[in-house]
């Protein structure tokens, strides 16, 4: 088995438990989430435990597959937006909550929409939840994507380039690195990075 301390385990049980506790997460921040695509998630749980406890599945195949895939992608949802509660629930999450909103907004699959804002505001979440998960403090609302305070050795900016597609990956990380080198020279500072 894998000790990393990356790598989290979960029985589905607890999947399910934990992602109560972001939708009442959402509800207490004003986004019931039964109106967005983290509802359409939970209905898809819903009915696959039902399934189970029934020992039953759709006759026809077509219906099982499209039910698989819906599953297969509200589980993945699940546990990112798990992870990056699990990490903004003991702070001030306020500066988090436009970001949040637009996260709430966004489509049920990934591959709907080219210009997925919600996924790329989840990204920059979910980065910025590593850093908070390592103790710094972190900002969305800065001169990048995500800004995080390293205390008395300054500041770091992260530009945050969601891949969507492998042929822009060289593209998006010279964009990136152009947009920092930028904000470390408009800052004129060697604490910035």
Not at 14 to 43: A, H, P, Q, T
Not at 73 to 92: G, M, P, Q
Not at 115 to 135: H, M, P, T, W, Y
Request: glycine share 4%.
């Amino acid at each position: 088995m894998d000790n990393r301390p990356d790598n989290f385990v979960h029985q589905f049980e607890d999947v399910i438990d934990m992602y109560g506790e972001v939708c009442d997460w959402f509800n207490e921040l004003g986004f019931s989430y039964s109106k967005n695509r983290y509802g359409l998630y939970k209905r898809h749980f819903d009915k696959f435990i039902e399934m189970a406890k029934t020992s039953s599945v759709p006759d026809d195949k077509d219906e099982l597959i499209k039910f698989k895939r819906k599953f297969d992608n509200a589980y993945i949802e699940v546990n990112e937006i798990i992870r990056i509660y699990n990490n903004l629930k003991s702070i001030n999450s306020s500066e988090f909550i436009e970001q949040i909103k637009i996260i709430v907004s966004g489509q049920e699959f990934r591959a709907n929409s080219d210009n997925d804002q919600a996924r790329d505001f989840l990204f920059e979440l979910s980065v910025a939840c590593r850093f908070i998960k390592a103790g710094f403090p972190v900002s969305l609302k800065g001169v990048c994507d995500v800004v995080v305070d390293l205390g008395i050795d300054g500041t770091l900016f992260v530009e945050c380039k969601r891949i969507k597609s492998e042929n822009r990956i060289d593209k998006n990380v010279k964009k990136a690195n152009k947009q920092i080198i930028k904000r470390v020279q408009l800052h004129k500072s060697s604490k910035v990075k």
